[in-house]
């Protein structure tokens, strides 16, 4: 099912947990309006379809005309988010803070203004401990509007202190929203570009990122601000593919929420997006042992019911902890172990489609892919790689290209050497369209167009030892070593140098480095 083009109504339903749906039925039981009692019959329909048709919809609601089951959806779609929001109050602060504003300009619309102040105060003290100042400029403007229109009897210094209060809170909005807005295109950039590509992108990404971050930005100190200041310095390395910078600031991404663990309540996706790349990082760098600590720490934490009861909580740990437990076994060159995870993967993809976007499905598809060719199963992997291919859209550039890469080895591996040529000049030609071509990609192109018309089987060694050596050498050039985080070309020449399956190159890397 897809979760792009089928009915919101029938999305939502299909969203619903069991509790989710008793809690509904019972909330609008109470009622029990004749248009009520309506809504719970195509609520009941709705949830006994497997997909949305709307033909079939209407015979199981007889006396229900077409014309009329707009009105009733949009009728049963607010009253699903009503029952969800009274549900989801006592576990949001962001639900509670907005109650109580609710409230308070209830009582501020009837003329009882000191009611009104009260509440207001109280919301107030709660923001702040949660550091909530886009929430504290909207309890702000409603005290100010009181005190200008109404006699409150207030101290003498309520207005010079509102004053205060509202430039505060605007400097910290402000910051926030530079930050977040950099952290956003930052992110942006990369979906789109991938990693730079030279010093040209690098120069570029520098300069971005100079001339829009806050001058003070170093001298912050409220949460948001760090953290929004954090994930631009981790997007802004990553892409510039500074893995140590990196690390440096997904560590203190993660230990901003350590230090205040009540922020990791209030903002649980990004305690679990700042855990997702602390342990890229660690894979980047081939931190073995802190990536196995990083991995059991998510894990215990992903099990808690902070994560387990929400929705979107659990869907975004399941695929970062999938796509971290599959990189574990590309580190340590355990392919085929890594092949037992894919059915229990691939059965929480089917049954969480409706939450997971393209992006995310094509970045687990590509891991599935690197794992089957790692195992040597190439047509396999083959298979996923193709989904990538024709259904990518204009997402992720780079990715695209390192699936149509792998798809090209996969066919040397299987030795289609009829179809070799014709794909590698569609592969190349791709790659360099999209200006994606690194050195060592270009040695690549250059070593299989040159081996399969030219060099007998029997000379097909020195060749590739000649082709690694070339390549050697660009391991440590930081351009370069995107290539390495896609896949371990080296050691795939190795592989092939040496006679032994790439599983079992990468291993013994991984033994040599335990014992050091």
Known sequence: MSNRSTDILFQLIKSLEKAEKRHFKL???RSSANEDLKIIRLFDALDKLDTYDEKLLLKKLPGTEKKQLYNLKTHLYRQI???LRLLKSADSIDLQLNEQFDYAHILYKKGLFFQSLK????????????????FLAQVV??????????????IHTRAEQLAVEANEVSRHIDVMARLSNLSLLLFSWFTRYGHARNEKDEAGVRRFMRENLPDNAHELKGFYERLYLYQCYCWDAFIRQDFLQYYRYAQKWVDLFRSQPLMIRVETSHYIKGL?????????????????VTLSEFQAFAKTSRVQDHDNFRIQAFIYISTARINQHFMMGTFREGLALV??????????????????????????ATLYFGSGQYSTSIDYLQTIIHESGELRTDLQCYSRLLHLLAHYELGNYDIMESLTKSVYRFMAKMQNLTVIEEEMFRFLRHSFHHVPARRLKPELEQFLQKIKHLEKNRFETRSFAYLDIISWVESKVYGKPMGTIIHEKYLASKRK
């Open 81 to 83: 988010l009503a029952s």
């Open 343 to 368: 059915p229990g993967i691939e059965e929480k993809l089917k049954e969480n489609a409706i939450f997971l976007d393209q992006h995310r499905i094509m970045v687990v598809n590509y891991k599935i």
């Open 119 to 134: 509440i207001l105060d109280r919301a107030k003290e709660t923001a702040r401990a949660h550091q909530k100042f886009y």
């Open 141 to 154: 403007a409603l005290e100010k509007r009181i005190e200008n229109l109404h006699i409150t009897k207030s």
């Open 27 to 29: 909330y609008i039981k």
């Open 276 to 292: 997702h790349y602390l342990l890229n990082a660690h894979f980047d760098l081939r931190n073995y042992r802190a990536f196995a």
